[in-house]
């Protein structure tokens, strides 16, 4: 039987989706398509079936990772494992090329059917573009990924890495509301907390997003495997103070929280944000994702949440 799991509205367009996002940028366990062999893809299949599972139905890839051998090999989970298609929300992305980032109507065009061939899918329930392109106007993109929703190659709409004006110059020319923001957060990555104003380096992109009921999706949000507990800090790392300050208060906390790892924690300060945030958990280790996909049950109190804020700070509240 599946774990059971939380589920939320996608955007302002509801499909609902887990709590916990499976990230697939190392589901081929290589970056060379060439190198792909019968034990890469046992091990996707079995992080797949792990995933679902667990409960998790949102799958996020772009047609970057692996060299492209990601979105090949899920073809292949699907293939073994069988899961209705309906009931499954895949992402992906476009943009990203050799040394630039391309949105102009030609590329996007040839890389959805990239996509959906290799992925193995008659559509993709959410494009986004994966870089902001300064040199392709936000109304010709607008137009083509319109094209692609009319044709039902894609679905839905999102962008990654969007500052907000960003995202304000795309949304103008869209006819559907943009529904998702992909960037990193983390306890050690705050800047989509704060507004540039407060001097922390921040881009306001959260309040952003609930300003427009966009859903954030968290890349990275154990702090690229920091907060796991698993990974031994460098003496001479910039950041071994701040990271051991942070581990700290998350031991801390696990008796609270019925044992809780420093993974769960580390992902419920995330799910706990009111803006209704979605990690995506980039791993290919089935004890991992199950790890992971526990964090959708912590309520982290109040005092708890800031406890974390603070300490990853390293200063008292502004």
């Known amino acids: 039987m599946p774990q059971t799991m939380s589920f939320q509205p996608l955007g302002q367009l509801g499909f609902e989706v887990s709590r916990i996002a499976l990230g ?3 589901l081929a366990g290589t970056w060379n398509p060439a190198e792909v062999g019968e034990e890469h893809r046992k091990k996707a299949i079995a992080s797949v079936e792990a995933a679902l599972a667990a409960g998790i139905n949102f799958f996020d890839h772009a047609d970057i990772y692996g060299g492209t051998a990601c979105e090949s ?3 292949d989970c699907l293939a073994a494992l069988n899961p209705d298609r309906e009931s499954l929300y895949i992402a992906t992305k476009v943009g990203i090329r050799s040394g630039y980032y391309d949105h102009s109507p030609d590329y996007i065009r040839t890389s959805v059917e990239g996509s959906l061939h290799r992925l193995g899918i008659e559509y993709i329930d959410l494009y986004q573009l994966h870089r902001p392109d300064p040199f392709s106007h936000p109304g010709e993109t607008a137009e083509v990924l ?21 995202s304000n110059a795309l949304s103008s020319y869209l006819e559907t ?4 923001n992909q ?3 983390s306890l050690l990555h705050l800047e989509p907390l704060y507004e540039g104003r407060e001097g922390q380096g921040g881009d306001g992109v959260l309040d952003h997003c609930l300003e427009n009921e966009i859903t954030p999706l968290a890349y990275s949000p154990v702090g690229r495997g920091w907060l796991s507990g698993r990974r031994t ?8 103070e701040r990271f051991e300050r942070v581990l700290a208060v998350l031991d801390e906390l696990s008796a609270a929280y019925n044992g809780a790892t420093p ?10 944000h009111p803006a209704g945030i979605i990690p995506l958990v980039g791993s290919n280790n089935p004890e991992h994702i199950r ?12 005092t708890d949440w800031y406890k974390l804020w603070v300490a990853s700070r390293g200063a008292r509240v502004p």
């Open 24 to 26: 697939c940028m190392g």
């Open 73 to 75: 090999i899920f073809k």
């Open 146 to 166: 319109g094209q692609l929703m009319e044709e039902g190659k894609i679905r839905d709409v999102g962008v990654s890495n969007y500052y907000p004006n960003q």
């Open 177 to 180: 509301p943009l529904i998702t």
């Open 183 to 185: 960037f990193e957060f």
């Open 233 to 240: 800090i460098p003496a001479d790392h910039a950041q071994k």
């Open 263 to 272: 993974t769960q924690l580390a992902l419920a300060w995330i799910l706990n």
């Open 291 to 302: 790890e992971a996909a526990a964090a959708h049950e912590i309520e982290l109190s109040r």
